[in-house]
């Protein structure tokens, strides 16, 4: 195993320097000053490299851009010199590198999350044939962040003992001159867990996933309240980066948080008042119809790479017109998805939303289930809508229509997102096996639904571009064959339909259903 860097935080500048010289005294070595040396940590938004347990280094080596992907304890796995930043894995060469960094981070885009400034020095040690065999380096540094922290903020001097790959006992004898001529301790945390301190940046606080807290004897309108705080969280921290638009994910997990408020408010019933379910229901459905297109246009965008594979290698290069095509519509109803939230409307209902979630929960004349018990009302709401599913899902044959599949689906996607709301109510193992089962289900039934969808939209897409004249004819051919794929795919997912249905529908989960919901309805109405 290669061995990691090691930091000891020093005292003063006199010290860091002290320290170098008597390692200098010791090995034979040649110094480098350095002054203003910007690194920039890269992650997502939601934090995935540091939540893998890593950290991507940007730095600036003459015109060259060089990325260091380590383990939060220093360990290195990648170097890669590029041209330039990367903003996503695809900016990168084909190699492990970006193999690796995909399964991570998938299609996020890399952000500057902090920006670290050093000024001091370096010792590299040599060996006879004045090759570094390691490094030991004095840091004096500052750290900002986009947000939090907008002006630099002094990080504790550092003294880091590096080590060079091949040379383990060269490493070992610095550490050893170190420990036993200088009165140093080891830090305790990385440069980068430092950083994050001072700025007051909690990693593990931000995620696309949606987790709500909520006890089983907790008023059913505190309990909605608490998951609806949660969405509109979500809602307005993606807020931002739906409107620079830095990469698909803000709009997708944003119309995520919106449709479940909306489902929230509807399959909740008798918690909230009428009106306020009637209104904001309203709201949140033109909420979610303001950002379908562009959101649509993301996902055809993102298939370009699938579509190009799936066709003969002849046909691929003329799908480039369709890409053309839709990156110019996507950027027209991107423009006009801002104009929605910027709108008096929008303002409006994150406003009166807000105001309305933080309201004191009412003392007397609440609606009929407000101050029941959780528990209670969560179990009867999957009860019955997993009655449903089960009762659409076993009448489905080979003649079943796709308007029937496109409803189940629908009942489905209710289903998870209400064992979702709930999860922490029960135990754990079990609801997790269930919300796994149900996901391979919708998969199923959303790749079937999304291939008919496809096949419609590349159709109408294709007629619009020669309107335009924007296809030629070698464009349509490969359009027609792509759509001749589509068609076969979704014929493969209505065969497996029956497979995936049984699996969910087995007799052990039906069984998990009873045990975790049904006990509960003869108390909850």
Same mark, same amino acid.
């Given at each position: 195993?290669?061995?990691?860097?090691?930091? *000891?935080?020093?005292?003063?500048?006199?010290?860091?320097?002290?320290?170098?010289?008597?390692?200098?005294?010791?090995?034979?070595?040649?110094?480098?000053?350095? +002054?203003?040396?910007?690194?920039?940590?890269?992650?997502?938004?939601?934090?995935?490299?540091?939540?893998?347990?890593?950290?991507?280094?940007?730095? $600036?080596?003459?015109?060259?851009?060089? /990325?260091?992907?380590?383990? &939060?304890?220093?360990?290195?796995?990648?170097?890669?010199?590029?041209?330039?930043?990367?903003?996503?894995?695809?900016? !990168?060469?084909?190699?492990?590198?970006?193999?690796?960094?995909?399964?991570?981070?998938?299609?996020?885009?890399?952000?500057? +999350? &902090?920006?670290?400034?050093?000024?001091?020095?370096?010792?590299?040690?040599?060996?006879?044939? %004045?090759?570094?065999?390691?490094?030991?380096?004095?840091?004096?540094?500052?750290?900002?962040?986009?947000?939090?922290?907008?002006?630099?903020? #002094?990080?504790?001097?550092?003294?880091?003992?590096?080590?060079?790959?091949?040379?383990?006992?060269?490493?070992?004898?610095?550490?050893?001159?170190?420990?036993?001529?200088?009165?140093?301790?080891?830090?305790?945390?990385?440069?980068?867990?430092? @950083?994050?301190?001072?700025?007051?940046?909690?990693?593990?606080?931000?995620?696309?996933?949606?987790?709500?807290? !909520?006890?089983?004897?907790?008023?059913?309108?505190?309990?909605?309240?608490?998951?609806?705080?949660?969405?509109?969280?979500?809602?307005?921290?993606?807020?931002?980066?739906?409107?620079?638009?830095?990469?698909?994910?803000?709009?997708?997990?944003?119309?995520?948080?919106?449709?479940?408020?909306?489902?929230?408010?509807?399959?909740?019933?008798?918690?909230?008042?009428?009106?306020?379910?009637?209104?904001?229901?309203?709201?949140?459905? *033109?909420?979610?119809?303001?950002?379908?297109?562009?959101?649509?246009?993301?996902?055809? /965008?993102?298939?370009?790479?699938?579509?190009?594979?799936?066709?003969?290698?002849?046909?691929?290069?003329?799908?480039?017109?369709?890409?053309?095509?839709?990156?110019?519509?996507?950027? /027209?109803?991107?423009?006009?998805?801002?104009? %929605?939230?910027?709108?008096?409307?929008?303002?409006? =209902?994150?406003?009166? *939303?807000?105001?309305? =979630?933080?309201?004191?929960?009412?003392?007397?004349?609440?609606?009929?289930?407000?101050? $029941?018990?959780?528990?209670?009302? @969560?179990?009867?709401?999957?009860?019955? @809508?997993?009655?449903?599913?089960?009762? %659409?899902? =076993?009448?489905?044959?080979?003649?079943?229509?796709? #308007?029937?599949?496109?409803?189940?689906?629908?009942?489905?996607?209710?289903?998870?997102?209400?064992?979702?709301?709930?999860?922490?109510?029960?135990?754990?193992?079990?609801?997790?096996?269930?919300?796994?089962?149900?996901?391979?289900?919708?998969?199923?039934?959303?790749?079937?639904?999304? &291939?008919?969808?496809?096949?419609?939209?590349?159709?109408?897409?294709?007629? #619009?571009?020669?309107?335009?004249?924007?296809?030629?004819?070698?464009?349509?051919?490969?359009?027609?064959?792509?759509?001749?794929?589509?068609?076969?795919?979704?014929?493969?997912?209505? %065969?497996?339909?029956?497979?995936?249905?049984?699996?969910?529908?087995?007799?052990?989960?039906?069984?998990?259903?009873?045990?975790?919901?049904?006990?509960?309805?003869?108390?909850?109405?």
């Amino acid at each position: 195993m290669n061995p990691i860097p090691v930091s *000891w935080q020093v005292a003063s500048q006199s010290q860091g320097r002290a320290a170098l010289q008597s390692a200098a005294e010791r090995f034979p070595g040649r110094f480098e000053t350095h +002054r203003d040396t910007r690194a920039t940590y890269l992650d997502t938004f939601d934090w995935r490299l540091f939540r893998d347990g890593g950290s991507l280094l940007s730095t $600036k080596e003459g015109r060259a851009t060089v /990325l260091r992907w380590s383990t &939060l304890d220093g360990v290195a796995r990648f170097r890669l010199r590029l041209a330039a930043t990367p903003h996503f894995v695809w900016d !990168l060469p084909p190699g492990p590198f970006r193999t690796d960094l995909e399964s991570v981070v998938d299609i996020r885009r890399l952000l500057p +999350r &902090l920006e670290v400034t050093s000024r001091g020095e370096t010792l590299h040690v040599l060996d006879d044939n %004045q090759k570094t065999v390691a490094r030991l380096h004095f840091n004096e540094s500052s750290v900002t962040g986009p947000e939090s922290a907008p002006r630099p903020l #002094e990080l504790p001097s550092l003294l880091i003992a590096e080590p060079v790959r091949g040379y383990a006992e060269h490493f070992q004898a610095l550490l050893d001159h170190l420990e036993r001529e200088l009165p140093l301790q080891p830090t305790q945390s990385s440069q980068l867990m430092t @950083a994050l301190d001072l700025v007051g940046q909690d990693p593990t606080a931000m995620s696309s996933r949606f987790e709500v807290r !909520l006890a089983p004897d907790m008023r059913s309108d505190e309990a909605l309240r608490r998951i609806h705080k949660t969405l509109l969280k979500a809602i307005l921290n993606n807020e931002a980066g739906v409107r620079q638009d830095l990469d698909t994910e803000f709009l997708h997990d944003f119309r995520v948080a919106v449709r479940r408020t909306r489902s929230a408010l509807t399959q909740i019933k008798e918690v909230y008042p009428p009106p306020v379910v009637e209104h904001f229901r309203r709201e949140f459905a *033109w909420l979610g119809q303001a950002t379908g297109t562009n959101r649509d246009l993301d996902v055809y /965008l993102l298939k370009m790479p699938e579509y190009r594979a799936s066709l003969p290698e002849h046909l691929g290069p003329h799908l480039e017109p369709l890409e053309e095509f839709l990156t110019r519509h996507q950027r /027209l109803e991107h423009s006009k998805l801002l104009e %929605q939230l910027d709108s008096a409307r929008f303002g409006r =209902l994150i406003r009166e *939303w807000q105001s309305f =979630l933080d309201e004191p929960l009412p003392e007397a004349g609440a609606p009929p289930l407000a101050e $029941k018990e959780i528990l209670l009302t @969560a179990s009867s709401r999957i009860w019955k @809508a997993c009655r449903k599913v089960l009762k %659409q899902g =076993l009448a489905i044959d080979s003649s079943s229509s796709p #308007e029937i599949l496109h409803r189940l689906r629908i009942d489905c996607k209710k289903l998870r997102y209400l064992l979702e709301f709930f999860r922490s109510l029960y135990d754990e193992d079990e609801i997790g096996t269930l919300i796994k089962a149900l996901k391979h289900l919708q998969d199923n039934l959303g790749d079937f639904n999304d &291939l008919e969808i496809q096949q419609d939209s590349l159709q109408r897409f294709a007629h #619009e571009m020669f309107q335009e004249g924007l296809a030629t004819g070698e464009t349509l051919m490969a359009l027609g064959r792509l759509v001749d794929r589509l068609e076969t795919r979704q014929e493969a997912e209505r %065969q497996r339909f029956q497979r995936e249905f049984s699996k969910f529908a087995c007799k052990k989960n039906r069984a998990r259903f009873r045990v975790l919901f049904k006990q509960q309805t003869t108390v909850a109405t």
